[in-house]
């Protein structure tokens, strides 16, 4: 089946570590997404990436980075210097066809306390 | 700049009766896509609906249909038969066609359904 994995699904960090969190889709497609979840909160973008090899911030990228070496991969790690993490992170994917209407899909996310 | 805007943080409805949810945006784009994304206590994200802005015929998905109003830039979802398994955040979506690919989302309605 087709679709957008993210591990761990709990992930605790001391305050000072840097943490990674994995996002991996066979959907083919281009497009993949970073946001944030905070309780009783919208979503906010962190990062996007619309190919292989190039990405870009989003409103809040500050204290978060993201590599995107293959296409159906797209970690993002939270370092120490966002200073408030404790969240719940979604990752998503589309495609850039029109057929498909650009639909975004997502995967099931990560939750990660900071102790 | 693109904004999307739901007014309502939070709604009621008894089940099997019909509940509306309001969403506008604002854009300078004439060519784009809509969409509501279901948000239920497991937090998976989920598709509910779509809306091709070049479409006049409003979408629907069984339960589910849309009221879109280019003009007034308004994108409404309306459930009928509404049933317990519907109790869940629903999200307001905006993305254009050209550009950035990036998605704009709603802050979000939270929908009760009473037994």
């Known amino acids: 089946d087709g679709g957008i994995t993210q591990s761990p699904k709990y992930l605790f960090r001391k305050e000072g570590q840097n943490v990674t969190l994995s996002c991996e889709q066979n959907l083919n497609h281009d497009a993949m997404y970073w946001y944030r979840q905070d309780p009783g909160q919208g979503l906010r973008l962190i990062y996007y990436s619309q190919i292989v090899n190039d990405f870009q911030k989003g409103d809040i990228a500050e204290g978060y980075s993201v590599s995107r070496e293959k296409k159906e991969s797209f970690p993002l790690t939270v370092t120490s210097a966002q200073k408030n993490p404790t969240a719940f992170y979604l990752c998503?994917?589309?495609?850039?066809?029109?057929?498909?209407?650009?639909?975004?899909?997502f995967g099931p996310g990560t939750r990660l306390t900071v102790l | 700049a693109q904004t999307v805007t739901q007014s309502q943080p939070e709604m009621s409805v008894q089940e099997a009766e019909t509940v509306t949810l309001s969403c506008t945006y604002d854009t300078s784009e004439s060519d784009y896509y809509l969409f509501w994304y279901k948000q239920p206590p497991s937090r998976q994200m989920i598709l509910v609906i779509r809306q091709e802005a070049y479409k006049q015929q409003n979408a629907t998905e069984n339960r589910f249909s849309v009221n879109f109003q280019k003009a007034a830039k308004s994108f409404s979802l309306k459930i009928s038969d509404s049933q317990l398994g519907d109790a869940a955040m629903y999200f307001c979506a905006y993305i254009f066609t050209s550009g950035t690919y990036k998605y704009i989302f709603g802050t979000g309605t939270r929908l009760k359904v009473l037994a």
């Open positions: 998503a994917s589309s495609t850039r066809d029109r057929v498909a209407a650009d639909t975004q899909y």
